[in-house]
């Protein structure tokens, strides 16, 4: 079966902003006008089961959707440009909100998708346009929210304009965002936050791992913000002076996660734990964890968690924990919730043949 999604091929060439003048001013929230074009689209959070980091260096790694924490965008094309200026006005943001924008400004990333999409549609006739995001994923979590709402927008921006994209042209879009974002990113968010299966992406090529069993993860939010671009380029200066500290930390990262993908395929859950573990041992070493990332996963462990580590980029963000059961994984999230855990969330990682 093909997968629901291949980067590499159709790459978008990235503009510089300023189709619009990339009009950062924003405007009075307000209802959508009906019959006003507009186009919708909607993606997921993830986890990373192991392998961050060493994946921006082309090392394997594993993520998981979450299929319950999903984001909408709606996109809205605006007569009426503040001051004559093009402008792109998120004008629905959550408590939670997928964008960091307060005061109604999306992120460089973002506009420079949209700005990207305008010039592939040959759509200079746009003045401006409304952006709406609408999201359960907690932003700077490590949880893919910013591949989400890129991804999320994109399918938006294909319905609006319209555009005919293939799933390796929606990666590019998605990259564009996630690039600006992360510094260096892998690829494996725009990926998983798109896909209804676990992803294992390996020399930069995506495939589905086979899952014998199915297992619980249990996602545990710190309360503290992850600081994921800082965190990669901390390590890219870190690797750029102790080239073999980088070797170690690749054929370390490389072996756990060969491991935990024999264990997937073979339904020995125990053995997933063990990897996850280390996987955090071995990016705590990297100085990567925090005091309360670590003591959610001694909690974690404590309250009989097959594994536990810290994911995604670090320096905060949050903890996942595996279970083998719903009714351990609702255990264990209470323990977590009881113990310091800002907010938990669970997942199934479903049983399934690789593709
Ligand atoms: O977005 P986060 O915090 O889940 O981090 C992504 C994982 C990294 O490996 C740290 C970066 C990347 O692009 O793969």
Not at 141 to 153: F, I, P, T
Not at 212 to 240: C, N
Request: hydrophobic share 45%; aromatic share 4%; net charge neutral.
């Amino acid at each position: 079966m093909p997968l629901p999604f291949s980067p590499g091929a159709a790459a978008v060439t990235p503009q510089q902003p300023g189709a619009l003048g990339t009009g950062r001013v924003p405007l009075t929230p307000r209802p959508y006008d009906t019959g006003r074009p507009s186009g919708t689209g909607r993606a997921h959070g993830k986890v990373i089961l192991l392998g961050e980091h060493a994946v921006v260096y082309g090392a394997p790694a594993v993520a998981v959707p979450l299929p319950d924490l999903s984001c909408t965008v709606t996109v809205a094309v605006n007569a009426e440009p503040a001051d004559g200026l093009g402008c792109y006005t998120p004008f629905t943001i959550p408590a939670h909100g997928a964008v960091p924008s307060a005061d109604g400004v999306l992120p460089p990333g973002l506009c420079l998708l949209i700005d990207t999409a305008l010039r592939r549609a040959r759509r200079f006739d746009i003045p401006a346009m409304e952006v709406q995001v609408e999201s359960d994923i907690p932003y700077g979590r490590g949880l893919g929210s910013s591949a989400a709402v890129a991804r999320a927008l994109t399918y938006a921006l294909g319905q609006l304009l319209p555009l005919d994209l293939s799933a390796a042209e929606v990666f590019d879009y998605v990259q564009i965002s996630e690039s600006a974002a992360h510094g260096r990113a892998s690829g494996i968010d725009a990926l998983a936050t798109g896909s209804t299966r676990p992803v294992l992406l390996s020399d930069r090529h995506p495939s589905t791992p086979p899952v014998a069993a199915e297992a619980w993860i249990v996602v545990a939010d710190s309360g503290s913000p992850g600081h994921t671009k800082q965190a990669v380029a901390m390590l890219g200066a870190a690797f750029g002076e102790h080239a073999l500290r980088r070797e170690k930390f690749l054929a370390r990262s490389t072996s756990l996660t060969c491991r935990a993908l024999r264990a997937l395929e073979q339904g020995q859950l125990e053995v997933l734990g063990r990897q996850l573990t280390d996987c955090h041992t071995l990016l705590a070493d990297l100085q990567l964890s925090t005091g309360c990332v670590n003591a959610l996963v001694d909690t974690a462990l404590a309250h009989g968690a097959l594994g536990a580590k810290m994911t995604g980029g670090g320096l905060g963000g949050c903890v996942i924990a595996l279970t083998d059961t719903a009714a351990a994984a609702s255990f264990l999230a209470a323990r977590l919730d009881e113990n310091g855990a800002a907010q938990t969330w669970t997942a199934p990682i479903k049983p399934g043949r690789s593709a």
